[in-house]
């Protein structure tokens, strides 16, 4: 199949770049590379650094490139920063996928699968989050998406045939197994490489945010998710697929692992103490978050293979201790 990756040179997108070479698909990538890297997509991969925005332009990509599908991750991705700068991230995230929508119902391109995120269900008032759980996204970043969730149902409403699919990330977590690309995000907010970043020599220890959490060892309890047992999931929902399909999955392996729990099996991996200190709660953190994985098991036979955090955590140790500057190593 023809797909076109938008976010294709950032972290998850160039996992799933690889995965649809090796599926047999042709991916196209386009990226405004303002949190991407070149380096991150194979030089035989059409690749275009172009913005959500420039409608035109991604017409003519869909209609040069024969675009039969849509895989969308480019996206700004930092609750922080969307408390201090929501209209940014309701214009690139929220107004950037309508611009999308736009170019591919101009191009008849009826088929997309849309990164969304657990950030739109907020503070659950259970768990584990299941795909039917109350949406009641606290910050501009988890509403950005969860605004892109509401205008898909709205489009496939006026489009019969249109098809989408919607997976609600958890925690993505790990490297490629093969090591050659991985997670270069500055800034790092993500749990992982900020604490691998201390046996690098990159800091001098670990802040944990918050041990006073009503969770058995005080530290918020999170989904993780290896890389590239997600984008398994994406290649499942492409095949799958149909016109007019509305699917929604959630996407975890089921289980939370603790700040704590990670930082011991990190140590385990890297083989040395990791100095850390505990800082205060960051706001809008829910102490616990954790999803069904029942559904897309059920449906579309996924089925992940890094459940253990010491596996995912040794395939970014692997990226980070051979590429300690990521893409500018
Ligand atoms: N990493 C996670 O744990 C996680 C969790 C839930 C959801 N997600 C979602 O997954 C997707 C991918 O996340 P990631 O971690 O790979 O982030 P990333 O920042 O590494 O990748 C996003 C890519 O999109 C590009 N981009 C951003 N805005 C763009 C625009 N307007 N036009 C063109 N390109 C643009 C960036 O340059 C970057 O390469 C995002 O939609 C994110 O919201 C990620």
């Known amino acids: 199949m023809n797909v076109l990756v938008t976010g294709g040179a950032g972290y998850i997108g160039s996992h799933a770049v690889r995965a649809l070479l090796a599926h047999g698909d042709s991916p196209v990538v386009m990226d405004n590379l303002f949190r991407g890297h070149r380096q991150a997509v194979p030089e035989n991969v059409p690749f275009f650094q172009v913005d959500l925005a420039e409608t035109d332009k991604i017409v003519q990509i869909l209609t040069d490139h024969k675009i039969e599908a849509v895989l969308h991750f480019a996206a700004l991705t930092y609750v922080g920063e969307s408390v201090q700068q929501p209209l940014r ?29 657990a950030a739109t269900f907020g503070e659950p008032e259970e768990v584990p989050i299941v795909e039917t759980s109350p949406q009641h996204p606290i910050n501009p970043y988890g509403r950005s998406k969860w605004m892109v969730e509401q205008i898909l149902q709205d489009y496939a409403g006026a489009n019969p045939k249109f098809g989408y699919c919607v997976l609600r990330y958890f925690n993505v977590a790990g490297d490629s197994l093969g090591g050659d690309i991985g997670e270069d995000h500055t800034p790092e907010t993500h749990i992982i490489p900020n604490i691998l970043f201390v046996p690098l020599g990159k800091k001098e220890s670990f802040t944990l945010f918050g041990d006073d959490y009503p969770t058995p060892d005080g530290t918020c309890v999170r989904d993780y998710v290896h890389v590239e047992d997600l984008i398994d999931a994406h290649i499942l929902a492409l095949d799958a697929l149909k016109d007019g399909d509305r699917r929604y999955y959630n996407l975890g392996i089921g289980r939370g692992y603790s700040v704590k729990e990670m930082l011991d099996a990190a140590e385990r991996v890297v083989g040395q103490k990791i100095p850390h200190q505990v800082g205060p709660r960051r706001s809008g953190d829910p102490g616990t978050l954790y999803t069904s994985s029942e559904k897309i098991q059920r449906e579309l036979g996924w089925s992940p293979k890094h459940t253990e955090v010491d596996d995912v955590i040794a395939t970014a140790w692997n990226w980070h201790k051979n590429h300690p500057n990521g893409y500018g190593s």
């Open 89 to 117: 991230y309701y214009a690139n995230n929220t107004a950037g996928a309508i611009s999308l929508l736009t170019a591919m119902d101009r191009a008849g391109v009826r088929k997309i699968v849309f990164s969304s995120t």
